[in-house]
Structure formats: C-alpha cells, structure tokens
C-alpha cells in the first residue's frame, strides 16, 4: 500500500538544449497525484558523437524503470532504498558498457547520474557525478548532493591561499569529472542511508549542469521570487534566464522542479496525468503531476528495444 499521502508534490521537467548541436540529457519523472511517492531520474549524456545521447537515455531507462517497477510496494522500497538505488545504477552502467562493447565507435561516453525518491516528507536519492540536487527552504539554497567533479577540489585550493580566485575560477579542468556511469568502476556514488525530512513548502531542484550557467545566488533569487507559483512556472524562469545570458556556450539543460505541499493544499492548476508523454523540449513546460519521459522519442524506443535485446524486464 502506499504511505498516508500526508505531503503532495507539485512537480515538472523541463529541457533546453542550449547552444549545443544536440541534446545530451534525459530526465523523466514520475508523480502520481495522491500517491505520496514520488521521483525523478536524470542523467546528462557525455561523449558528443559518440552517443552521450544514448548513454544517457539508457541510464534514465534502466534507473527509471527500477524505481517505477519498486515503487508499487513503498514499504519494500524504503527498507531496501539504498540497495534498490545501488542496484539500479549499477544495472545502467553495465548497460552503458554492452552498448560500448557492441558498439566500439561509442567508446568514451558515459554519463551523469541523480535520481531524488520522495516517500512522503522523506527525500533519498543516489548521485553519481556533478548533476546538482537542491533544497530550497526559508528562501534559502543548498545544494544536498556531493560534486564529482575537480570543482571542490580547485575551490579548495584557492580558500587555502594556493590558488588564485580567478585562477580557480577558469581553471581548465575545473569541470572534469571524478565519477561517471560509463560501463567501468564507478569511483563515487553519493547515496545517504538517512533521508533529509521535508517541510511543507520545500522546492528540490534536480538539474544537469547546464543549470549552474546561473549563479547559486541567482538560482536562489529565482525561486525565492516565484515560490508561490506552480513548479511549471518556477522551471520556465530558471530557463527563461538562462535564455538571458545568451551564453554561446551555454550547455544542455534539464531540471526537475518539486514543490512540497500539504495535503488539502490546491494542488497545481495544471492537473494530473496518468501515461507517459513525450513532449519536444520546449522553454515554457508544463507541470507534470504523473509520469513525464524528456527524451528524443525515438530514442526512448530505441532504448527499450535495447533493454528486450539484452534479456532484460522493460
């Protein structure tokens, strides 16, 4: 059964591709209104024409599935919740290493991973890589998640005195990555046992790194001002100021926006749905109150075609 749905979540995802040539992330997300369980899976495909597209879309594929397949017995998925996301992301990067091994042009792409569970006002989740996961609360942002990249490393440094600020900041390897789901070792894996306890009004902001084009203060500023507003809303501005920038560098972007709530709070106006949907990426989403898929369609196909060839449940 599923726990008492004392908290609902208003929750929507959204894609951009940024200037890039093509779109690398994925993100689906699955909310059922009334359940009081809930999550999202993103990952951010690495490897450009080696298929950081592909590896990204299994990665959500796999981590997606486990999760959805686990989350009709919340009971079992909160007592195992470590073990389930453990094995989850395991399965995606032995997945992203069949790939490889069949096909050898697409040696080198990988992919992050942060995938959020909510069971009622209790937040998990597992993060392999930089994808940042964060709580807004009391007008306030924090990252939660652990970055698997050189940027806290060459932060570090420059703190102690051993780096110059600007020398930091454009430090050339600032945004390599220490941990990815690339069909090897996994070499970190953020996965707390504890879960954070939400409160009514909490925002968790999931997102690729595309995100972080905008400052955390700028990011915070954002939510702080449309707090109020539908998690549909919130993503549109986040992108809409990206948009802004006009960065020519401007990554890929995908973000999940959950907002908290009560029950017996209005849930978002733009109610619920109850299959998956595959929508174009667009810069004004739509919340999504049950199951969104934020991939190129074919792909997803192509991804669970995958999954039948290689034996494995769909």
Request: hydrophobic share 40%; charged share 20%.
């Amino acid at each position: 059964m599923h726990p008492s749905a004392e908290f609902h979540y208003d929750a929507a995802s959204a894609l951009s591709q940024g200037q890039r040539e093509t779109q690398e992330d994925a993100i689906a997300a699955d909310f059922p209104v009334g359940a009081g369980v809930g999550f999202a899976v993103l990952a951010d495909g690495m490897g450009g024409h080696a298929a950081g597209d592909i590896a990204s879309g299994i990665v959500v594929t796999e981590v997606f599935s486990e999760l959805k397949l686990r989350a009709a017995d919340p009971d079992f998925l909160e007592r195992n919740i470590a073990q389930v996301l453990h094995d989850a992301a395991f399965d995606a990067n032995d997945c992203v290493g069949h790939h490889v091994a069949s096909h050898p042009r697409s040696h080198g792409m990988g992919a992050t991973l942060v995938a959020p569970v909510f069971l009622g006002n209790r937040l998990y989740w597992i993060s392999v890589g930089d994808s940042p996961l964060f709580l807004f609360r009391d007008g306030r942002l924090r990252r939660l998640n652990a970055d698997h990249s050189l940027t806290p490393q060459i932060d570090y440094l420059a703190s102690r005195g051993l780096m110059a600020t600007e020398e930091a900041l454009n430090h050339p390897d600032r945004n390599c990555l220490t941990s990815v789901l690339f069909g090897h070792e996994i070499a970190l894996i953020d996965c707390p046992a504890e879960p954070v306890s939400l409160q009514a009004n909490d925002i968790v902001v999931a997102a690729s790194d595309g995100l972080l084009f905008l400052e955390e203060e700028e990011i915070e500023g954002i939510i702080q001002s449309y707090a109020d507003r539908t998690s549909s809303e919130i993503s549109s501005r986040l992108l809409a100021a990206l948009a802004n920038l006009d960065d020519p560098d401007q990554d890929n972007v995908s973000l999940c926006v959950i907002k908290v709530n009560r029950s017996g709070i209005e849930a978002a106006e733009d109610g619920q749905m109850s299959s998956a949907t595959l929508p174009r990426p667009v810069p004004m989403p739509r919340a999504r109150d049950s199951l969104t898929v934020m991939v190129n369609g074919s792909k997803t196909r192509q991804m669970l075609m995958y999954r039948a060839k290689a034996g494995r449940s769909a």
